[in-house]
C-alpha cells in the first residue's frame, strides 16, 4: 500500500511541486486549494494516486468535510505538508490594511492549527509526520514583513511545540524555512501586480518551487528514527543586511 501524503496549496507553487514529487516517487496525494480548475488538470496529469479536495482552507466546515468524504484508500494519511499560505501587501505596518493581516493569520495560522489538530489522531496511530512550511520571515524581520513574518514565526514555534508534545509518539515535526522563490506569491502579495513579481525575481535566479518539493520530499524520505527539526534555504544570490539607522 503506497504511503499518503496530505499537501495544502497544491494548485501553484510549491505545493504543486510536491504533489508531482511525492506522486513520481510512489506516494498517494490529496491535494487541496480552492481552484478546482487547477486540481482537475493535476488529477488528469498525475492520475488516481492524486485525490483533489477543493476548499477554502479557512473554512473549517468546508475542511472537515473535506476530510469527511475521503476515500478510504486515501483515509490513511502518513503525513500532513501544511504549505498552503500567503502574503497580502508590503507596506509599512502604519500603512497596512487590517484585512490582509486578518487574511494572513486566519490562513497561515488559524487554518494551519485547525488541520493539524484534525489530523494528529491519525498521525499518531500511523507515526506519521508533519512537515510545516514556514519562511526567512520568521525569523528575519524587513520592513512591510510585519504581519506576514508574525505569522511565520508562529509556524516556526508551533512546529517546535508540536515536537515537544508529540514526544514518544514516533510522529516527526519538521519547519522548512524558505528565502525567495519564484512562484505564484508575490503576484498574490501584490493583488495581481505581474510586473512587480517580474522585478522582484528578474536576474536573481531565486529558488524554484521543485527546489522546495525536493527538500520536502527528503524530508519526509529520512528513516523512521531520523527528525529533522528544521531546514532553511536561500537562493545563492540573497544573504543578510544590517540593521537600519534613522538620524534626526
Ligand atoms: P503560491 O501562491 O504559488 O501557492 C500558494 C498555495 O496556497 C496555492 O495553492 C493556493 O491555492 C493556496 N492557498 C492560499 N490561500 C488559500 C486558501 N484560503 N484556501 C486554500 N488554499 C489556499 O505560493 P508558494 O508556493 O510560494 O507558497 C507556499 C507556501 O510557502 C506559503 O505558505 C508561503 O507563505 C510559503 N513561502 C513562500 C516563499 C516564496 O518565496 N515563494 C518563501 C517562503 C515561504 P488557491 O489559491 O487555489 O486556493
Ligand atoms: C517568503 C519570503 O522574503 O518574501 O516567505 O518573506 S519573503
Not at 481552484?35 to 482537475?40: A, E, G, P, Q, W
Not at 477554502?56 to 475542511?63: F, G, K, P
Not at 501586480?193 to 522585478?199: C, E, F, L, N, R
Request: proline share 4%; aromatic share 6%; net charge neutral.
Amino acid at each position: 500500500m503506497p504511503r499518503t501524503a496530505l499537501i495544502t496549496g497544491a494548485t501553484a507553487g510549491f505545493g504543486r511541486a510536491a504533489a508531482r514529487k511525492f506522486i513520481a516517487a510512489g506516494w498517494q496525494v490529496i491535494a487541496t486549494g480552492r481552484r478546482s480548475d487547477r486540481l482537475d488538470a493535476l488529477r488528469a496529469e498525475l492520475g488516481d494516486a492524486l485525490h483533489p479536495a477543493c476548499f477554502d482552507i479557512r473554512d473549517e466546515a468546508a475542511m472537515r468535510a473535506a476530510l469527511d468524504a475521503l476515500p478510504e484508500r486515501f483515509r490513511g494519511i502518513d503525513l500532513l505538508v501544511n504549505n498552503a499560505g500567503l502574503a497580502q501587501g508590503t507596506k509599512p505596518a502604519q500603512d497596512a490594511q487590517l484585512s490582509d493581516w486578518k487574511t494572513m493569520i486566519d490562513t497561515n495560522v488559524t487554518a494551519l492549527v485547525t488541520l493539524t489538530h484534525a489530523l494528529l489522531p491519525t498521525l499518531i496511530a500511523r507515526k506519521g509526520a508533519v512537515v510545516n512550511i514556514s519562511s526567512t520571515a520568521a525569523t528575519y524581520p524587513y520592513t512591510g514583513g510585519n504581519a506576514y513574518g508574525g505569522t511565520k514565526a508562529f509556524v516556526s514555534q508551533f512546529s517546535l511545540g508540536l515536537r515537544a508534545d508529540l514526544h514518544g509518539t514516533g510522529v516527526r515535526v519538521t519547519t522548512i524555512e524558505p528565502g525567495m522563490a519564484e512562484t505564484e506569491f508575490t503576484v498574490v502579495r501584490t493583488h495581481g501586480d505581474q510586473a512587480a513579481s517580474d522585478k522582484l525575481y528578474g536576474g536573481a535566479n531565486p529558488m524554484t518551487a521543485e527546489d522546495i518539493a525536493d527538500t520536502i520530499f527528503w524530508v519526509a524520505s529520512q528513516p523512521a528514527h531520523l527528525n529533522i527539526n528544521r531546514i532553511e534555504l536561500m537562493p545563492t544570490s540573497q544573504s543578510f543586511a544590517g540593521f537600519q539607522v534613522h538620524r534626526d
